[in-house]
């Protein structure tokens, strides 16, 4: 526990995350806050021996096969800090104001939420997938968004609403499928 507290608040290294709705400490997660050494720990240090013994088109290909996966993640990092920003929740235009925000992850049931904002008084959220490809905006992605929103946590709310972000725009078919089941795109 004395390296954690050291990594997070004297090197400022590390960040101690809890669901948002359900902040319980054993949930907790750690994430390092440095993007370089994000890509460093997940891809270059576990598999070192590649570059040790000179099958560095080995370590290549397994960073390009993931490398999806990772940007994905960065990605969700910068709709946090756009979240942040008062001009982008202008541009939302909630009917609440955002009380907090944050990732939300429930592991019982197995399902993460990229960001969850609400508002405690009017009973009122916000849930936000981040979609680096907008063409992963399918009908199944859809239909497992759903199901998210049926989890007991959102039950204290009397109104929902549901968004996903992209790095680029949407074509029309997607809009469409958004629109029909209440998504905002943007």
Known sequence: AVYFNRLESYFCLIEKRLPLLNPVKSEARYYLKDTLLQFWFRYIYRRMSYIEKGASRLLWNYVREDLSNYQGA???????????????????????????YGRHWDGKEAVEIDMVAYDKQKRSALILECKLNPKRITRQFIHSFNKKIELSVFKRFSSIQKAVITLTSVSNQQKQLCEKEGILSL
């Open 74 to 100: 960065v990605f969700e990092g910068l709709c946090h800090s756009l979240f942040a920003t008062a001009e982008f929740q202008n541009k939302l235009a909630l009917p609440f104001s955002v009380w907090e």
